[in-house]
């Protein structure tokens, strides 16, 4: 991917997203978020269709270079989170420079809205925002800034299960947890060991 959008999977009509592996992908000038994943519920379709699904999302093997100030996301619904993603050996280089004021922005939850990366405005992570997530591993992953950013590297809004090893971030925050039960962070240099029964809310 060139100057382009990144790479997204949405479902907010009922559809069931599962069993997916994404890898060997490089994006250079991403206009929006790198990665995409949100499950939502406009729910155009049938009458009583239930609330899609998303789960078993392996992800590895990717480089993003010179993105924009949007992270990357994964958004669920309360209730309804996306469950069982992988993410690794990944490295996401963002422009960076965000004023300071972004780092503690309260994203709109947005559950009826068009699914598209810039649904949520702004957001208060310079890597990763997750928010409505269940078994969630993140490792060897590398967040980058071009400028310094005062945001965390990652946000996690009520997720829960929550692995994260040999993660490199920038200077600053790595881990800002909002209601965030079973995390655990290993192997990192510059993220501290850390195990949280939760729910957690803090910085680590």
């Known amino acids: 991917f060139e ?7 949405e479902t907010v009509d009922g559809a069931m997203i599962e069993d997916v592996v994404v890898s060997n992908i490089t994006m250079r000038g991403i206009v929006d978020a790198p990665l995409f994943l949100r499950l939502g519920r406009r729910m155009r379709g ?50 960076g420079g965000a ?8 994203p709109p ?12 405005g702004d957001l208060p992570a310079t890597g990763l925002f997750v928010r409505h997530a269940r078994n969630l591993e993140l490792s ?5 800034v071009a400028a ?7 946000r996690l809004d009520d997720v829960a299960d929550a692995d994260v090893f040999r993660v490199k971030v920038p200077a600053g925050v ?21 195990t949280l029964a939760g729910p957690f809310t803090g910085e680590v």
């Open 3 to 9: 100057d382009s959008r990144g790479l997204a999977f």
């Open 46 to 95: 049938p009458k009583g269709r239930p609330i899609g699904t998303m789960r078993r999302i392996l992800i590895q093997n990717i480089v993003s270079s010179n993105a924009t100030l949007l992270p990357s996301v994964i958004a669920g619904l309360a209730g309804h989170p996306i469950e069982d993603v992988r993410i690794s050996d990944v490295l996401l280089h963002q422009v």
């Open 99 to 106: 004023p300071a004021a972004m780092a503690k922005l309260q």
């Open 109 to 120: 939850e947005e559950e009826l809205g068009y699914p598209e990366a810039t649904m949520f």
């Open 140 to 144: 060897n992953i590398e967040i980058a």
């Open 148 to 154: 310094a950013d005062p945001r965390p590297a990652f």
């Open 174 to 194: 790595g881990f800002a947890l909002k209601d965030v039960t079973g995390f655990r962070s290993f192997g990192s240099r510059t993220v501290p060991d850390r």
